[in-house]
């Protein structure tokens, strides 16, 4: 159900924003820019997206189509050596961040699976003063 709007100013919202987003969003551009492409802030986009179910989707797809711009940017850089090939893994990155973000899990359990550091070992502390022999 699509939130009710607070009085004020008329919305510059426009249903056409539903064809217009996505296909400017394909050429690989943000949510950001395809805002300051229809002329109204960013935040705005997604406060659209709250009150116009089918605008969400809009949304949705044109950062789909975005994130499949730079995913073949990549790949071409990749295939044939012309690019920036920083350039488009840092466009993949920011487009499809739970798909392509570099992430390290480190795990802090012992071996018997608790917190408690394993018995045997001798951890020492060394001071500024041990540091200088």
């Known amino acids: 159900m699509a939130a009710k709007r ?6 510059k919202y426009r249903k056409e924003f539903c ?3 996505p296909e400017f969003m394909a050429d690989g551009y943000s949510v950001k820019a395809a805002a300051a492409h229809v002329g109204t802030h ?26 499949q711009w730079w995913e073949k940017a990549l790949r071409k ?4 050596g ?5 350039a488009a893994i840092f466009g993949v990155k920011n487009r ?9 899990e480190n795990d802090h359990t012992s071996s018997d699976g608790s917190m ?8 020492k502390i060394i001071g500024d003063d041990a540091a200088q022999d």
Do not use: C, N
Request: charged letters at 25%.
């Open 6 to 11: 607070k009085p004020g100013r008329p919305t």
């Open 19 to 21: 064809q217009t987003v």
């Open 42 to 67: 960013y935040a705005t986009m997604y406060v659209w997206a709250k009150e116009h179910p089918e605008f969400y989707d809009a949304l949705k797809e044109g950062q789909a189509l975005s994130a």
């Open 77 to 80: 850089t990749a295939l044939t």
């Open 82 to 86: 012309e690019g920036s090939a920083a």
């Open 96 to 104: 499809s961040q739970e798909e392509w973000r570099d992430k390290v």
């Open 116 to 123: 408690t550091p394993v018995a045997g070992i001798d951890i």
